[in-house]
Nanobody, 124 residues
């Protein structure tokens, strides 16, 4: 199990950039897939991006491809989400989440550990 804490949210004008971070506690951070999700008012939580454990790659929602970049620094137990060319529709609470994986067994298939979220607001 890891404890996750998001930071770096704020307000930015449309077209601007913002970087948010997800810092994890625990020694096994490197064995977790980490995902970013977001929830806008009145909408369901939606997948944004993920980074796999042990360099297994990244994935992005179509709505953010080419604008957002996810990266991780396992030495710092931190995952970053760089958001460029922001749009008002990117306004949401952004959450990071962890999916546990094990060498030889694969991953659990579900995100079981969640942070409390950080607000990102993009003004038009």
């Amino acid at each position: 199990q890891v404890q996750l804490q998001e930071s770096g949210g704020g307000m930015v004008q449309a077209g601007g950039s913002l970087s948010i971070s997800c810092e994890a506690s625990g020694r096994t951070f490197h064995s977790y897939n980490i995902g970013w999700f977001r929830q806008a008012p009145g909408k369901e939580r939606a997948f944004v991006a993920s980074t796999g454990w042990s360099g297994s790659g990244t994935e992005y929602a179509d709505s953010v491809k080419g604008r957002f970049t996810i990266s991780r620094d396992d030495a710092k137990n931190t995952v970053y989400l760089q958001m460029n060319s922001l749009k008002p529709e990117d306004t949401a609470v952004y959450y990071c989440a962890g999916m546990q994986c094990r060498a030889g067994y694969g991953c659990s298939g579900s995100y079981s550990d969640w942070g409390r979220g950080t607000q990102v607001t993009v003004s038009s």
